[in-house]
């Protein structure tokens, strides 16, 4: 379903200032940059150092170090909020309030109360809100909604979704806010079901387990680590026709597709070559030469921003997603079951462009 916003009345292209520039941000900026359809206005960091490093590649562009100076000042249409995620909710707020689109890194905020007014205050002003959740837009969970869209796994029962990261992570995030983000913004796109969080669990080093339940059927379990011996990039859909199988611990894609015969026993087989999965052949062999999912959700932005449409990524569809996050992070904090609200997922929708 596509919510009616409104475009700005002005020809292309869309004027955008990034706010944070960071590690992340200076990729968001990287690839904002590269859109024939954006011109970089405004730059936005407290620290000097990164704003003139980000000066010198968008000379065009007025730098502040103070996001109330480039709310004032700035002339841009849109703003790419790149911050600490405890800064979220604070700063979208500002830049909705104050006529802007917004485009936010995940998580949209860290409570489902502040992501709902998000949410709504983006709809009474009639802006775009757009949050950072890429996997949306890269082609190997294309691949794995297409594997359950062909029925080839039968009825889906168990899901395993593991990362692990060598590296700290986000500091004072936590490896369930900073990494699940990803898989439940997966796990909610594959199924469109209500999602019920049942229990969480420690894991070695910094580590947590999720053990969710997909429309009171499918088990799943949710693995994150910070600092972990090895990384893990792992995703496995397994039903009673079969298991399909995505995984980039490697740093590039691997794809696994195996089905059940009628002894039971499990058969590979060629994971694009049946009907529905033979558009994935040519990406599964040179991955390379498709666009970064990052830059396909900068574009998608952009059109959305200047045509006022909704995007995959919007608000709307975060707000399951900290509803989820939240809830594990308040039985991680008190040992007890979460409180159950009812599910916000939305159903199986328009699929968003890949290419």
């Known amino acids: 379903m596509r919510v009616s916003v409104q475009a700005f009345e002005s020809p292309r292209p869309l004027r955008l200032a990034v706010v944070g520039l960071g590690r992340w941000g200076r990729n968001v900026l990287r690839d904002f940059g590269s859109c024939p359809e954006v011109r970089v206005v405004g730059l936005c960091d407290q620290r000097s150092e990164q704003l003139e490093a980000a000066a010198s590649r968008f000379p065009a562009a007025r ?94 029962y168990r899901v395993d979704m593991q990362r692990h990261n060598c590296g700290p992570g986000t500091v004072g995030v936590g490896p369930w806010w900073d990494l699940a983000p990803h898989d439940l913004s997966v796990l909610t796109h594959l199924f469109g079901a209500q999602v019920r969080l049942l229990s969480m669990s420690p894991e070695p080093g910094d580590g947590a387990a999720a053990h969710l339940l997909c429309d009171d059927e499918v088990e799943v379990v949710i693995s994150c680590r910070l600092a972990a011996v090895e990384r893990r990039r792992r995703v496995l859909i397994e039903g009673s026709g079969g298991l399909a199988v995505w995984d980039e611990s490697s740093g590039s894609p691997q794809l696994e597709l195996q089905q059940r015969t009628g002894r039971g026993r499990l058969r590979s087989v060629e994971p694009t070559s049946l009907p529905g ?35 995959y990524g919007s608000g709307r569809r975060a707000l399951e997603i ?34």
């Open 63 to 156: 730098i502040y170090p103070d996001m109330n100076e480039l709310l004032e000042l700035c002339s841009a249409e849109a703003v790419a909020v790149c911050t600490p995620a405890e800064t979220h909710a604070d700063l979208v707020i500002q830049a909705l309030e104050s006529g802007r689109h917004v485009f936010v890194e995940k998580p949209l905020a860290l409570s489902h109360r502040d992501a709902l007014r998000l949410v709504q205050l983006a709809r009474a002003r009639q802006r775009v809100l757009a949050v950072g959740h890429q996997l949306l837009h890269y082609w190997p969970v294309a691949w794995l909604a297409a594997v359950l869209e062909s029925g080839v796994l039968g009825a889906v």
């Open 277 to 311: 999965l033979r558009a994935f052949k040519g990406l599964l062999a040179a991955p390379q030469a498709v666009p970064q999912p990052l830059k396909l959700q900068c574009q998608e932005f952009v059109t959305c921003a200047l045509d006022g449409a909704e995007p």
């Open 322 to 355: 900290v509803r989820l996050l939240e809830q594990g992070q308040q039985l991680q904090i008190s040992g007890r079951q979460p409180l159950m609200a009812g599910s916000q997922a939305l159903p199986k929708g328009q699929r968003p462009r890949l290419i």
